[in-house]
């Protein structure tokens, strides 16, 4: 029973590049959650999504960031010109169903990004 | 808005002496969620222990502890008979339980390093 899945678990790009990072959620699980992690602090929210909808993008910076979660495949954030504020560690997390009551969040092992 | 506070940036122990990790929130609502994690060097986010509010009995998992006083909004965790294994950040996160509900709120972390 494979946990939650993330990849690439290291990625190195150029500033103005773009970044795609994939999570797999845990087998069952249809609810999905990106948080950020920079260096030295703690995770914070990004978004939230159900299979093909967008449930809570409030942590989400306004522009050259976009999250997916299509009916097959893995969930994708992507990140259109990185520029270097962008380096950080970025967390998936996924749940059975929404976390009402007392689900918990089983992250994956996250995926660092470096931009030069 | 809710936030979480961690005051300690570091902690030691010794091994199989008692340690407390201090954790203060602020929230205005009456129903929600503690939570301690624990992320090793690996960066994986760990599931150590969970409080709800609604609940006066503090959490217990095995060697690990919470002290919840919700009048103070204090959730602090406490680890006995500390093992090397558990020199890791923990963070400590906060979940409301209405509404979407899906957003944990991080503290800073406290790294705490386990001592022969």
């Known amino acids: 029973n494979a946990g939650v899945m993330q990849n690439p678990r290291h990625l190195v790009r150029r500033r103005g590049q773009e970044a795609r990072l994939r999570c797999s959620p845990m087998k069952g699980h249809s609810h999905v959650y990106w948080y950020r992690q920079l260096p030295e602090e703690g995770l914070k929210f990004m978004v939230y999504?159900?299979?093909?909808?967008?449930?809570?993008e409030s942590g989400m910076p306004k522009e050259r960031f976009s999250a997916e979660f299509p009916k097959e495949g893995p969930s994708i954030l992507r990140i259109q010109q990185v520029v270097r504020g962008d380096s950080a560690a970025y967390f998936c997390a996924s749940s059975r169903r929404g976390v009402e009551g007392a689900n918990v969040l089983t992250f994956g092992a996250g995926s660092r990004l470096t931009v030069l | 808005a809710q936030t979480v506070t961690q005051s300690q940036p570091e902690m030691s122990v010794q091994e199989a002496e008692t340690v407390t990790l201090s954790c203060t929130y602020d929230t205005s609502e009456s129903d929600y969620y503690l939570f301690w994690y624990k992320q090793p060097p690996s960066r994986q986010m760990i599931l150590v222990i969970r409080q709800e509010a609604y609940k006066q009995q503090n959490a217990t998992e095995n060697r690990f502890s919470v002290n919840f006083q919700k009048a103070a909004k204090s959730f602090s965790l406490k680890i006995s008979d500390s093992q090397l294994g558990d020199a890791a950040m923990y963070f400590c996160?906060?979940?409301?339980?209405?509404?979407?509900?899906?957003?944990?709120?991080f503290g800073t972390g406290t790294r705490l390093q386990v001592t022969l």
């Open positions: 999504l159900q299979k093909e909808n967008i449930i809570d």
């Open positions: 996160a906060y979940r409301t339980n209405t509404g979407t509900a899906s957003k944990l709120t």
